[in-house]
């Protein structure tokens, strides 16, 4: 029997939509950390499907900004957008298990349909989608014609196909149970773009070998959903550990569009990278 321990592997993966802040700085660190002490690995993943908000001069921000902090990592980085024909395989696979739908409602037909509806459950991203084209008898034809669509997970049929709770492993929250109805047919493939956070995300980590998966806890609910995709591909599901977010002076989270906390300002300020992360309690 092979008692050789995984050895840990972690990642920090941040989208390239704009500088990075504070809260990145916190959450890359203690990504970076973890690999350090247990003798593990630290990986970098650039999560840049969305070509339209994503630039390539916040790819190269994102280096300077973490080498600043002392931070180093495996090359080559993994560029989500490099990888399309990956995610586009595990779509095909959910697609031979007849786990996934298109739908080719507008955000119009969406609302349209909530504003109609008696009850309308609202999960952590909002309004869950109504299942309008869910089971649709047209859908052949209107895939033929070549009409605009994205691609949903069926979920009530996923969680059917798999039979068994799902549960993970939190680092602060113990043993937590899969709620991914919260979620419900979330989009695995964009109308503008092969893939989705969710699908992305699932199939990185598992060909990157992600042993520990360390995040803020604003992706808590996602992880809900990306144990139901990991149990359908056949992925192992790591571990997580979904730490508090950092608050600026008014108690709101840092976000990328303030610029007065982003780490070019600091560094451009003269703060010492060592005086930054004692502030973050690091
Ligand atoms: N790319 C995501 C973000 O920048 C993080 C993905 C993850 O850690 O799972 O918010």
Same mark, same amino acid.
């Given at each position: 029997m092979n008692t050789t321990p995984r050895q840990l592997v972690t990642r920090f993966a941040p989208s390239p939509t704009g500088r990075l802040h504070k809260g990145h700085a916190y959450s890359a660190l203690l990504a970076y950390r973890r690999a350090q002490e247990a003798g593990g690995r630290f990986l970098l993943r650039i999560e840049d499907i969305d070509t339209v908000r994503c630039r390539n001069e916040f790819v190269g921000g994102i280096f300077e900004d973490l080498t600043w902090l002392g931070l180093d990592w495996e090359e080559p980085v993994r560029r989500q957008s490099e990888h399309f024909g990956d995610y586009q395989n595990a779509l095909d696979r959910l697609k031979a298990m007849g786990l996934v739908y298109p739908c080719f409602c507008t955000r119009k037909d969406i609302s349209r349909e909530i504003d109609a509806s008696e009850s309308a459950p609202h999960g952590p991203d909002g309004p869950i989608y109504p299942g309008i084209c869910r089971g649709r008898d047209d859908a052949s034809t209107l895939l033929a014609e070549g009409t605009p669509h994205a691609w949903?997970?069926?979920?009530?049929?996923?969680?059917?196909?798999?039979?068994?709770?799902?549960?993970?492993?939190?680092?602060?929250?113990?043993?937590?149970?899969?709620?991914?109805?919260?979620?419900?047919?979330?989009?695995?493939?964009?109308?503008?773009?092969?893939?989705?956070?969710?699908?992305?995300?699932?199939? +990185?980590?598992?060909?990157?070998?992600?042993?520990?998966?360390?995040?803020?806890?604003?992706?808590?609910?996602?992880?809900?959903?990306?144990?139901?995709?990991?149990?359908?591909?056949?992925?192992?599901?790591?571990?997580?550990?979904?730490?508090?977010?950092?608050?600026?002076?008014?108690?709101?989270?840092?976000?990328? =569009?303030?610029?007065?906390?982003?780490?070019?300002?600091? =560094?451009?300020?003269?703060? +010492?990278?060592? +005086?930054?992360?004692?502030?973050?309690?690091?």
């Open positions: 949903r997970l069926d979920l009530a049929k996923a969680l059917a196909h798999i039979g068994e709770p799902l549960v993970w492993q939190d680092e602060l929250k113990g043993e937590v149970t899969a709620t991914p109805d919260e979620l419900g047919d979330v989009v695995l493939a964009r109308k503008d773009t092969p893939t989705s956070y969710h699908l992305s995300v699932v199939v +990185d980590d598992a060909l990157q070998g992600i042993t520990h998966i360390i995040r803020g806890e604003d992706l808590f609910h996602a992880t809900h959903i990306h144990i139901v995709l990991q149990k359908l591909l056949g992925y192992p599901t790591p571990v997580y550990h979904h730490h508090g977010l950092l608050l600026d002076e008014r108690g709101e989270r840092f976000a990328k =569009r303030n610029k007065s906390v982003t780490l070019e300002s600091l =560094r451009e300020s003269g703060v +010492d990278p060592a +005086d930054l992360l004692a502030a973050l309690g690091l």
